[in-house]
């Protein structure tokens, strides 16, 4: 519920010019959505938004745009509380996760863009990556043995 509810609060500051939390709260009931002030005062504040002056001196929330310094390490926080262990056949990289993890742990994975990972296939505890090949295999698992401090 929660997610969902964020989700739409960033939908609904994107297309409305919101200036205050009794106007998000009442956005938010117009969709279905009960919250109470202290609710949405802590939805602000994980979302990390913000107001931006518009014309006339009026201001509206607005979701800050993260770092990709910001999202590298929540990526790499993902992968560490979710990795187990990690084994390669190859070109083949198996990660095994916390049950229910591997589709995170696969999209950090993802998103940082390493190279040598072509594409990831997730389950509920594992991993499959497929790697450019047997050498770049090895190479990525010394870096995420370096990410998870081993």
Do not use: P, W
Request: charged residues 30%.
């Amino acid at each position: 519920m929660k997610t969902r509810r964020q989700a739409k609060i960033l939908e609904l500051i994107s297309r409305n010019d919101i200036e205050t939390q009794e106007e998000l709260s009442d956005y938010l009931e117009r969709e279905g959505y009960q919250v109470t002030q202290a609710t949405v005062s802590r939805d602000i504040r994980e979302l990390k938004l913000t107001k931006l002056s518009m014309s006339g001196g009026r201001q509206k929330y607005v979701a800050l745009v993260e770092t990709s310094e910001d999202l590298s390490e929540k990526y790499t926080r993902i992968f560490r509380d979710g990795f187990l262990s990690m084994d390669m056949a190859q070109n083949i990289l198996v990660i095994k996760t916390v049950a229910g993890m591997a589709m995170a742990v696969a999209a950090a994975l993802d998103a940082m863009h390493l190279h040598e990972i072509v594409g990831c296939i997730a389950g509920d505890d594992t991993i499959m990556c497929a790697i450019r090949s047997n050498e770049d295999t090895v190479v990525i698992m010394s870096r995420l043995r370096k990410l998870v401090g081993e």
